[in-house]
Nanobody
Framework: QVQLVESGGGLVQPGGSLRLSCAAS????????MAWYRQAPGKQRELVAA???????TYADSVKDRFTISRDNAKAMVFLRMNNLKTEDTAVYYC?????WGKGTQVTVSS
C-alpha cells in the first residue's frame, strides 16, 4: 500500500518562499508520475505541478516561473519549491501518486 506524507507547509509573508516535501513508500516510486495539488477554502482541488518518471514537468499557469517540482528517486521523495508566494497560493497542498493521496500540508500566505 502506498503511503504519502507531506511536510514543509507553514505561514509565510507575500513574496516569501517555502519548500514542500513528500515522502512516498512503495517499490514503484521511480516509475510513477508524482503531482502536487492544492485546495483552497470553498474551491475545488486543482493541479499545481506534476513530474513524470523521466522528469518531464507540467505546471498550472498560475504558478509557472514561481514554483519548481523535483524528485529524488533514490529517496522516494518529491519536492515543490515555491517562490514569490502570493496570498492566492494559500491552500492545503496534497501530494499524489498512482491514485493515492497524502493528508496534506497547510500553506498560508499572509502579511
Amino acid at each position: 500500500q502506498v503511503q504519502l506524507v507531506e511536510s514543509g507547509g507553514g505561514l509565510v509573508q507575500p513574496g516569501g518562499s517555502l519548500r514542500l516535501s513528500c515522502a512516498a513508500s512503495g517499490t514503484f516510486f521511480r516509475f510513477a508520475t508524482m503531482a502536487w495539488y492544492r485546495q483552497a477554502p470553498g474551491k475545488q482541488r486543482e493541479l499545481v505541478a506534476a513530474i513524470a518518471n523521466e522528469e518531464s514537468t507540467t505546471y498550472a499557469d498560475s504558478v509557472k516561473d514561481r514554483f519548481t517540482i523535483s524528485r529524488d528517486n533514490a529517496k522516494a521523495m518529491v519536492f515543490l519549491r515555491m517562490n514569490n508566494l502570493k496570498t492566492e497560493d494559500t491552500a492545503v497542498y496534497y501530494c499524489t501518486m498512482a491514485g493515492n493521496w497524502g493528508k496534506g500540508t497547510q500553506v498560508t500566505v499572509s502579511s
